[in-house]
């Protein structure tokens, strides 16, 4: 019961957040006007605005969060440590990895599908190799060791890309695939990379069962009936794709897979499953609330999203060791 | 010490050449050897100086997406423009922007180089200036004014007074010139007012998209992508800028013709203010009628 | 009736087997307390019964399909994990993983039988993490009685309970072989196991070594052989008792 009011709350929130993104920008409208360019097309360069322009940034804005938070949650379910999260173990810059690749070497061009393809081939590299190096059994110590490494590793290949291309603009461009931007994406964007990230939102939201019985161990789970193995590919597929594909239209947002689960897991009694679409509903509101942030703070300036979710993540992140070191002393 | 014993080789065979000069009995002897380090002198040098006289060019004025003399310039040895390659290529005369490195500039002056700068065109009138100006300076003042005549002709015959259409000039991440720049000069000129300035923007600036499809320019001028992909450059794709586009039915490109204040400059001229006959006659703004 | 049937059973680690030609059958009605010193390969040979490690021979159980062994058996670990802050009643619902099409109500009362059955029913709202670490056995205990299979196999279920605890727990599972359903449990309290179990099972370097009611499989030569202690084992009025009084080695 507690849960379900959880729930609607949060959906009225991102329902709400949602309505605030599509009435914010540089070009001041007002509200029946935007509306009614929205709903009934009237008002050719307003129509233009609304739909073109604001409702796939308002889109975005709400899928990449929903994949970043859920993403979050289910790594954090499946390795069952608190401190995974895409953004931090390395998977995000992973996929801008594969992204930039793609398209620097004109692959992007080449077929429709191959900028999300190419990221969430990095972003499944990644998780491969966080839930090897880290698995289940790796501990906290292990997971960010490993996050540290190949965060390292992928941020400087993409540098490096950008700085090898022919293109002036590109090597400016790192500071976007590091800290990630909604601004100027369009319905194109929104069409290569919502089916990919509905996809991988569909994957882990069925992990609820098996994540729940995981909390026991995973002998536990395994004699309680969860196949591992599966489970396991379940993981990585889904978050390569959702990640994968928010990060190719997005850029790398960090901590929100980490703040949003950190935030929501006491109000549905730390319960794997219930946090997997609570932490979806609760990434979609952080991230519209901070994308909606960035037009207030700076309307001209394409202020990077990633800004504001680290100043708002880093001390949770803290926070969390702080508490970790005490529970482990 | 091989570096010390070139400075000091070079300087004797500049006084050397000096002295040869003040013996020939000339006054105000032409430069022999010529260095450009910026894209517009570059340019201008390239129109103006005898030949052999210009011995090297920046190796901007080679790539054709900055520069329109690019295949002249691979006649030229290329320089990045610092002050120890400039020096050790033993000019007697650098021609640089004023905004080409002060620091560089400066060390050039004190090893006894003269340099003259050029400040970026702003208007249509400054070309036919720096073009006298380079002109004296390499002796060519004849055929810096021939230039100088025909290009002040030629502007003339596409002058285009008639009410202003509305344009937008637009790059990527959405840079755009306003007012007290060379290319709202061209779009003045042709009869066109620039978007940019009536929203208040003086020199370079951004504008976001949504205030561009606002504002309902009648054309629209975009850049050319540069090779490799940028998501700076994806802004000249976004569909609601093709809306835009489609709807004023004219897609204008700025090429490295729009860059520098020289003679050139008239094929961007010509290119807009066929864009503006196209239009047709007086018309009221796109944004009166979309309202 | 037979409810797990091992043979040949073999689990090698490296080349040496640590569970090494284990052969046995348990049926309903029987509570077995599976003995063995350190090392002696209790966990690993109840781990190859559920199909959690790769083996040689067979096991009834690890041949099912997951979903009916998760009917068949249920296995309480013994490494007591729990990773997340749940209620202790969200905690036993878990048993209810393999029951999907059981409905809420059904679930509900399992959960109730269980938590009653470990004399939890205080406990529903606490948060399982908080508990001492005797009070997260009992959960965990809970947890695999709420699974309601015919089987359960547990991996030192009493270890670190007070004595109270201990003699309840051994009492429950006493209770569920009355019911006509099965225990195995390794146990390393030779008096608990000799006072409550059906059938002892003793293993010795992976070895089955003796293998029948308590007072045939504890004689001072099995104790002095396996274990190296010689003891007091004797049939009372309180039923038997067991006292390990030194080391002979």
């Given at each position: 019961m507690r849960y379900r009011l959880l729930l609607a709350g949060l959906s009225a929130l991102v329902a709400l957040l949602f309505a605030v993104s599509l009435l914010v920008g540089p070009a001041a409208l007002g509200l029946t006007e935007s509306l009614s360019a929205l709903f009934r097309g009237q008002g050719e360069a307003v129509v233009l605005v609304m739909r073109e322009i604001r409702l796939p940034r308002a889109i975005l804005a709400l899928m990449v969060g929903g994949v970043l938070g859920l993403s979050g949650a289910a790594m954090q379910g499946f390795l069952r440590n608190p401190l995974a999260e895409p953004g931090l173990v390395g998977v995000s810059s992973s996929a801008a990895l594969g992204a930039v690749i793609a398209l620097q070497t004109g692959i992007a061009a080449s077929f429709t599908l191959a900028l999300p393809l190419s990221a969430l081939a990095g972003a499944a590299l990644s998780v491969v190799l966080i839930v090897a190096l880290a698995g289940p059994r790796g501990g906290a110590l292990a997971l960010i060791l490993a996050g540290i490494a190949i965060s390292a590793l992928a941020g400087a290949g993409v540098a490096l890309v950008l700085n090898l291309s022919p293109n002036p603009f590109a090597a400016a461009e790192i500071v976007f695939w590091m800290m990630g931007s909604l601004a100027d994406r369009s319905m194109t964007h929104v069409a290569l990379a919502v089916p990919f990230m509905l996809a991988g939102a569909a994957l882990l939201l069925m992990l609820g069962r098996g994540l729940d019985a995981l909390t026991l161990g995973e002998d536990a789970a395994e004699s309680l009936g969860v196949r591992l193995g599966r489970l396991r590919m379940v993981v990585i597929l889904g978050t390569a794709l959702s990640v994968g594909a928010a990060v190719a239209v997005a850029g790398t947002v960090g901590f929100v897979g980490l703040v949003v689960p950190h935030i929501l897991r006491p109000l549905v009694g730390a319960r794997p499953s219930r946090l997997l679409p609570a932490a979806a509903l609760g990434g979609a509101a952080m991230l519209l609330a901070a994308d909606i942030a960035v037009r207030v703070i700076?309307?001209?300036?394409?202020?990077?999203?990633g800004v504001l979710t680290a100043l708002v993540g880093a001390p949770f992140f803290l926070h969390l060791i702080w508490r970790m070191r005490r529970l482990e002393a | 010490m091989s570096v010390c014993a070139k400075v000091s080789k070079a300087v004797l065979v500049a006084a050397a050449g000096l002295w040869l000069a003040a013996s020939a009995g000339l006054t105000d002897p032409a430069p022999r050897r010529v260095v450009s380090v910026n894209l517009c002198t570059d340019q201008l040098a390239m129109m103006l100086a005898a030949p052999g006289q210009l011995v090297s060019v920046s190796h901007l004025a080679a790539d054709p997406q900055s520069s329109a003399m690019a295949t002249e310039a691979r006649a030229y040895a290329p320089n990045m423009g610092q002050a120890e390659q400039v020096f050790l290529m033993r000019p007697d005369l650098v021609l640089a922007g004023t905004f080409s490195a002060r620091a560089g500039i400066d060390l050039l002056r004190r090893l006894g180089v003269r340099v003259i700068e050029i400040p970026p065109a702003a208007t249509l009138d400054d070309i036919p200036g720096h073009l006298r100006i380079i002109g004296q300076a390499l002796g060519r003042e004849t055929q810096a004014e021939s230039l100088a005549a025909e290009f002040e002709a030629s502007l003339d015959q596409l002058k285009i007074n008639a009410p202003p259409a509305r344009a937008a000039l637009y790059y990527p991440s959405g840079y755009t010139t306003g007012a007290g720049t060379l290319a709202d000069a061209i779009l003045r000129h042709t009869g066109f007012s620039n978007v940019a300035a009536d929203l208040g923007l003086a020199g370079g600036g951004n504008l976001p998209l949504e205030r561009l499809v606002m504002a309902g320019p009648d054309v629209v001028v975009t850049a050319t992508p540069y090779p490799g992909a940028s998501r700076a450059e994806e802004i000249l794709v976004h569909p609601a800028l093709k809306a835009v586009q489609s709807r004023a039915g004219s897609a204008e490109v700025t090429d490295a013709d729009w860059i520098c204040g020289t003679p050139h400059v008239l094929r961007a001229v010509r290119a807009m203010a066929e864009a503006r006959e196209a239009l047709g006659g007086p018309r009221l703004t796109q944004r009166q009628e979309i309202r | 009736m037979s409810l797990l049937s091992l043979s040949h059973l073999t689990v090698r680690r490296g080349c040496c087997p640590v569970v090494d030609d284990v052969t046995l059958t348990v049926s309903g009605g029987e509570f077995v307390g599976l003995i063995g010193p350190n090392g002696a390969g209790k966990t690993t040979l109840l781990r190859a019964a559920m199909g959690l490690l790769p083996h040689d021979g067979q096991s009834s159980l690890a041949a099912l399909p997951a979903r009916l062994r998760a009917r068949a058996a249920a296995f309480l670990p013994q490494s007591r994990e729990i990773a997340w802050p749940v209620s202790v009643e969200a905690l036993v619902e878990l048993g209810r993983v393999p029951h999907p099409g059981a409905g809420a109500e059904a679930d509900r009362q399992a959960v109730d039988r269980a938590l009653a059955r470990m004399g939890l029913q205080g406990y529903r709202g606490r948060i399982a993490t908080a508990l001492s670490g005797g009070e997260q056995a009992r959960v965990l205990i809970a947890r695999t009685l709420a699974q309601e299979t015919p089987l359960l196999l547990a991996d030192e279920p009493v270890a670190g309970l007070d004595p109270e605890s201990q003699i309840r727990a051994m009492q429950v599972f006493a209770a569920l072989a009355a019911e006509g359903r099965a225990v195995v449990a390794s146990i390393h309290d030779l008096g608990l196991a000799a006072r409550h179990c059906t059938r002892l099972v003793m293993l010795a370097r992976g070895r089955l070594v003796a293998d029948g009611a308590p007072a045939v499989v504890l004689t001072p030569d099995n104790l002095a052989e396996v274990f190296g202690v010689r003891a007091y084992f004797a049939q009372t009025p309180d039923g038997p008792v067991f006292q390990p009084l030194g080391v002979i080695r």
């Open positions: 700076a309307p001209d300036r394409d202020l990077k999203l | - | -």
